[in-house]
């Protein structure tokens, strides 16, 4: 044990933390010393995601605790930003477990700090506590969620007043007040209850009115109300609005898999709440198998990420990437805003870096800007910022099955995308076509686009280590080709730095430093390589592009593309 992890160990076991967490260090001292220094040999830091962790005890860990010092950090830290203001702060949580003992532990630490607490009756989306923070006037607001991570995990997202994410510079100083408190007496446990106020359908009204401003075709809606929908929560959130809101909009024929519609925070009857991967979607798909549905959605417990699949001409389900939903949602937004007669030139989609570049491609060919962010929404909602009151955000998103519509919400939202995914499924419907016809639309009228993800998971502090070597020694030692393709720029946002490797040339890259490699081939490939800020991974992001001559060369052409990315891989050794 090196003498951090023992000098977090001591400070618990001597310090004021209750009995029974204090002999289950005691057990791991003398059952389990690797899990121990897991446990302890750092504190939980704030990435793109915020604060996210295995529930358990520790400073690397989830708990009462590490929330109360988390909170008490992001108290400190507010009010030093906003003296003389009367302070305000909105909570809400998911369906883990534990999420409601943090959402109040957090409420009650905020409230003997002085603030205005709203805290949400019950659980509710992550895009709803975005959106209320703003509504209600706040300075800040938690969520306590893991997102779509494994159940033994759960997090702590931190907003702004603007109801976007921690960004620098607020992100490192909130984890610098957070390690200056040492003692659990440095925290507020209580003391100003009376300050906490429940808040709940009210919100939700102010919430979905917002949403419904988003709809461009209500008469589509209106012939094609009986669309057969498919949806899943995923034992989450979404169940609290998405099924109401789609039946505000109109739609009559919505089928919630109901074995997945309870909130449970062990997600029961998926090996991960996650709608990236296949198993999640699982069920959704047999029902749709079942009644012959038209369309399948499913959200991740806080109801920030949608999962979609869409029924093949020959019958089969095929389910899409984030890149693929990203671009119908964008394809159809600026389609409708230019026929409506919206577009001036002052408005602008967001995408991430990691992202496909085919809704760049949809945004220039409708005269609409575009703007390149780092991966996280969080970047999504400060450019938005940055930007209001001189354009007008249209949608973004990036691959990772985040969409937003509209500048309401500042941080990816399930609850708003299912209502245009569905929308979108009408609207293709009075055209006799169908989700996938319209995506199979624009492979055709742009190239066809598909990317690829590979996250090698390299766990604890010793994984964590070899992944920071990983990215020294792609960043010593470049790939000088990548499947018989040269590269021809490398970007670094490490260093911000953009590099022609045949001239030497280098340009400056306009953006916050981040842990990012991409290269670029000489025959349009693009890989991306970079830790994730929330889980033990190092990710590897390929995108490639083809041709589509027509809807029936699509499973060929997919292939195709399937097996460039696959040849990728192999290439750079990572089968």
């Not at 009995?19 to 121990?36: G, H, V």
């Not at 988003?214 to 012939?223: D, G, Q, R, T």
């Not at 012959?292 to 869409?310: C, K, L």
Request: glycine residues 8%; contains cysteine.
């Amino acid at each position: 044990m090196d003498a951090t992890t023992n000098a977090n160990v001591q400070a618990w076991l001597n310090g004021a933390y209750d009995e029974e967490t204090k002999q289950a260090i005691r057990k791991m001292e003398k059952e389990n010393p690797e899990e121990l220094t897991e446990s302890f040999y750092r504190h939980l830091e704030f990435g793109t995601g915020g604060l996210r962790g295995i529930m358990g005890v520790g400073t690397n860990r989830m708990n009462k605790y590490t929330v109360g010092m988390a909170t008490q950090g992001l108290a400190n830290y507010v009010k030093s930003c906003f003296q003389g203001t009367e302070l305000k702060a909105a909570i809400s949580h998911d369906s883990r477990n534990h999420s409601r003992e943090f959402a109040e532990i957090t409420a009650n630490v905020l409230a003997a700090n002085g603030f205005t607490v709203y805290l949400f009756d019950d659980m509710r989306p992550t895009p709803e506590l975005s959106f209320a923070i703003r509504h209600l006037h706040c300075q800040t607001g938690v969520m306590l969620t893991a997102s779509h991570n494994p159940k033994e995990y759960n997090g702590y997202k931190a907003y702004w007043d603007d109801g976007c994410q921690l960004v620098p510079p607020h992100d490192t100083n909130v984890i610098d007040e957070v390690l200056k408190i040492k003692e659990l007496s440095d925290v507020k446990w209580n003391g100003g209850e009376e300050r906490i106020i429940t808040i709940g359908s009210e919100v939700d009204e102010a919430f979905m009115q917002k949403i419904e401003k988003n709809v461009l075709h209500p008469e589509c809606i209106k012939a094609h109300h009986d669309i057969k929908i498919v949806y899943t929560p995923l034992h989450g959130t979404g169940i609290k609005l998405i099924p109401t809101m789609l039946e505000r909009l109109g739609f009559t024929n919505v089928n919630v898999v109901k074995a997945q519609a309870v909130p449970d925070g062990n997600f029961p009857t998926t090996p991960s709440p996650n709608p990236e991967e296949h198993a999640a979607m699982k069920m959704a798909v047999e029902l749709a198998k079942e009644i012959d549905a038209d369309i399948v959605f499913a959200s991740d417990p806080d109801a920030d990420r949608v999962g979609v699949a869409v029924k093949k001409p020959n019958g089969e389900w095929m389910l899409l990437n984030g890149n693929q939903t990203l671009s119908v949602i964008i394809y159809y937004l600026l389609k409708e805003w230019k026929d409506k007669g919206k577009i001036t030139g002052k408005e602008f989609i967001i995408k991430t870096i990691v992202t496909s570049e085919l809704p760049a491609e949809i945004a220039k060919k409708q005269g609409v800007k575009v703007y390149d962010v780092l991966t996280g929404f969080k970047w999504i909602g400060s450019k938005i910022k940055e930007m209001e009151g001189k354009e007008t955000f249209i949608g973004g998103g990036e691959e990772s099955y985040g969409y937003m519509i509209g500048d309401f919400v500042r941080d990816k939202d399930a609850v708003g995308a299912c209502s245009m995914i569905a929308e979108i499924a009408a609207w293709a419907a009075s055209q006799n076509k169908t989700f996938f016809d319209v995506l199979v639309d624009l492979y055709k009228e742009f190239g066809f686009y598909k990317e690829g993800l590979l996250s090698v998971v390299r766990k604890g502090k010793s994984g964590a280590e070899e992944i920071q070597q990983m990215m020294k020694q792609y960043r010593e030692n470049p790939p000088s080709e990548i499947n018989g393709s040269n590269v021809v720029c490398i970007k670094d946002y490490k260093t911000l730095e953009s590099k022609d490797t045949a001239t030497g040339k280098v340009e400056k890259l306009l953006l916050p430093t981040s842990n990012v490699l991409q290269f670029f081939t000489e025959d349009g490939n693009k890989v991306t390589v970079r830790p994730s800020g929330t889980e033990p991974k190092i990710k590897f992001y390929f995108g490639v592009k083809g041709e589509l001559k027509c809807r029936e060369d699509f499973d060929a052409a997919n292939a195709a593309l399937d097996k460039k990315i696959d040849d990728i891989k192999a290439s750079m050794g990572l089968n």
